[in-house]
């Protein structure tokens, strides 16, 4: 025998599982990302925003004070929606390690940027939302398909609906964007409830102590400088923007997507593609929706920095095209109509429930 070879190097390879198959396509896909140099970060990026974000929030605040009693504070108020509503995005990509190293470092950017800047529960929101990560739109794994006022799953619409029920259920779709416009009233609820109850919180304190100085401080400003009605109509001005603002970024992402049956087993690249959708429009819907609508390529890569998911788009679609994974884009329009025709089918079709074609041949995968 060659002394420089071994009986296994000439010998044919294993088959793999299917399970070891498709970890070896995501472990390729990332080894390109990486080689790209595409999940470095980009601090000077992060740290402008957020310079420029509280320079805004404070040119704001100086504003309000010099309008004063007038009614042109609601277009201020939904000036300031569409700030606090970066500033979200901003704390998104905290709560998602993109902008430092440290763990550390990204936690506290988050409960300044949450907490302080935006009066919304760090803690309550990550929880949340590392669970829709980890499984979208997975029946009884993702929150964000949780029945509610809206129903995203005939599983969830039970025949028994009758009456207001009944009707509202089966106009959900066109209801849904109206809705949203508390949406933003309940964000902040939820996440109060949250660190002022039972709820699982990592920094309790310190999240109830910038809550409270950031909503406290903020309705005292409020109803200082505006008399009491007007006061009322700049808050439901600015959280009723905030919230259709929140949503109308959100939706397109997952909404009308495949559901996934509880007892579905996709592997990680799949699973995050076939249930995201990318939103197209160039630079001013990358500014809007504050890169979200990368949804493919931020569900595949979560800590990679925004800047970086417009570049890294080309490889992940032409990967998928490779593979003959389903890549789903339209524009923001489109997927809006896509939402609203979702949502009604759920609430008039609940003897013919929405499957997931694309997820049943991955059932069996181990």
Same mark, same amino acid.
Not at 308 to 334: D, N, W
Not at 337 to 355: E, K, M, S, T
């Given at each position: 025998?060659?002394?420089?070879?071994?009986?296994?190097?000439?010998?044919?390879?294993?088959?793999?599982?299917?399970?070891?198959?498709?970890?070896?396509?995501?472990?390729?896909?990332?080894?390109?990302?990486?080689?790209?140099?595409?999940?470095?970060?980009?601090?000077?990026?992060?740290?402008?925003?957020?310079?420029?974000?509280?320079?805004?929030?404070?040119?704001?605040?100086?504003?309000?004070?010099?309008?004063?009693?007038?009614?042109?504070? $609601? *277009? =201020?108020?939904?000036?300031?929606?569409? /700030?606090?509503?970066?500033?979200? !995005? %901003? +704390?998104?990509?905290? &709560?998602?390690?993109?902008?430092?190293?440290?763990?550390?470092?990204?936690?506290?950017?988050?409960?300044?940027?949450?907490?302080?800047?935006?009066?919304?529960?760090?803690?309550?929101?990550?929880?949340?939302?590392?669970?829709?990560?980890?499984?979208?739109?997975?029946?009884?794994?993702?929150?964000?398909?949780?029945?509610?006022?809206?129903?995203?799953?005939?599983?969830?619409?039970?025949?028994?609906?009758?009456?207001?029920?009944?009707?509202?259920?089966?106009?959900?779709?066109?209801?849904?964007?109206?809705?949203?416009?508390?949406?933003?009233?309940?964000?902040?609820?939820?996440?109060?409830?949250?660190?002022?109850?039972?709820?699982?919180?990592?920094?309790?304190?310190?999240?109830?102590?910038?809550?409270?100085?950031?909503?406290?401080?903020? $309705? *005292? =400003?409020?109803?200082?400088?505006?008399? /009491?009605?007007?006061?009322?109509? !700049? %808050? +439901?001005?600015?959280? &009723?923007?905030?919230?259709?603002?929140?949503?109308?970024?959100?939706?397109?992402?997952?909404?009308?997507?495949?559901?996934?049956?509880?007892?579905?087993?996709?592997?990680?690249?799949?699973?995050?593609?076939?249930?995201?959708?990318?939103?197209?429009?160039?630079?001013?819907?990358?500014?809007?929706?504050?890169?979200?609508?990368?949804?493919?390529?931020?569900?595949?890569?979560?800590?990679?920095?925004?800047?970086?998911?417009?570049?890294?788009?080309?490889?992940?679609?032409?990967?998928?095209?490779?593979?003959?994974?389903?890549?789903?884009?339209?524009?923001?329009?489109?997927?809006?109509?896509?939402?609203?025709?979702?949502?009604?089918?759920?609430?008039?079709?609940?003897?013919?429930?929405?499957?997931?074609?694309?997820?049943?041949?991955?059932?069996? *995968?181990?």
């Amino acid at each position: 025998m060659d002394v420089a070879t071994t009986p296994y190097e000439n010998a044919p390879e294993a088959p793999m599982s299917p399970r070891e198959r498709q970890v070896s396509e995501f472990t390729a896909l990332t080894r390109t990302v990486q080689e790209a140099g595409l999940m470095r970060r980009r601090y000077g990026y992060y740290w402008t925003r957020f310079v420029v974000l509280t320079l805004l929030l404070a040119g704001i605040g100086v504003a309000f004070v010099l309008i004063g009693d007038s009614w042109w504070q $609601l *277009a =201020l108020a939904a000036v300031l929606s569409l /700030v606090l509503g970066q500033v979200m !995005f %901003l +704390g998104h990509d905290a &709560a998602h390690r993109q902008i430092f190293r440290s763990g550390r470092w990204n936690d506290w950017a988050s409960l300044v940027i949450a907490n302080l800047y935006a009066g919304m529960s760090y803690g309550w929101w990550n929880h949340k939302h590392s669970r829709h990560h980890a499984k979208p739109n997975q029946v009884g794994a993702d929150p964000d398909i949780d029945s509610g006022a809206l129903v995203f799953t005939t599983e969830d619409l039970p025949e028994a609906r009758t009456g207001m029920a009944a009707w509202f259920a089966e106009r959900q779709g066109w209801l849904f964007f109206p809705l949203l416009l508390l949406e933003g009233l309940n964000l902040h609820v939820s996440g109060v409830k949250t660190i002022f109850g039972r709820g699982e919180v990592k920094r309790r304190p310190v999240e109830m102590v910038f809550v409270t100085l950031r909503l406290g401080g903020y $309705l *005292a =400003l409020v109803f200082w400088v505006l008399p /009491v009605g007007m006061a009322f109509a !700049f %808050l +439901g001005v600015q959280l &009723a923007l905030f919230g259709l603002y929140m949503g109308a970024v959100f939706a397109p992402n997952h909404k009308g997507m495949p559901i996934v049956p509880k007892d579905a087993k996709i592997d990680f690249l799949r699973r995050q593609v076939l249930m995201s959708r990318n939103v197209k429009g160039g630079r001013v819907i990358d500014e809007f929706m504050g890169g979200l609508n990368y949804q493919i390529e931020h569900h595949l890569f979560p800590n990679m920095a925004r800047p970086h998911l417009r570049r890294v788009q080309p490889i992940v679609r032409e990967f998928c095209a490779s593979r003959g994974i389903a890549y789903s884009e339209t524009t923001m329009l489109k997927s809006y109509g896509i939402v609203i025709r979702y949502l009604n089918r759920v609430g008039l079709a609940a003897r013919d429930p929405f499957q997931c074609p694309l997820t049943l041949e991955y059932r069996s *995968a181990r």
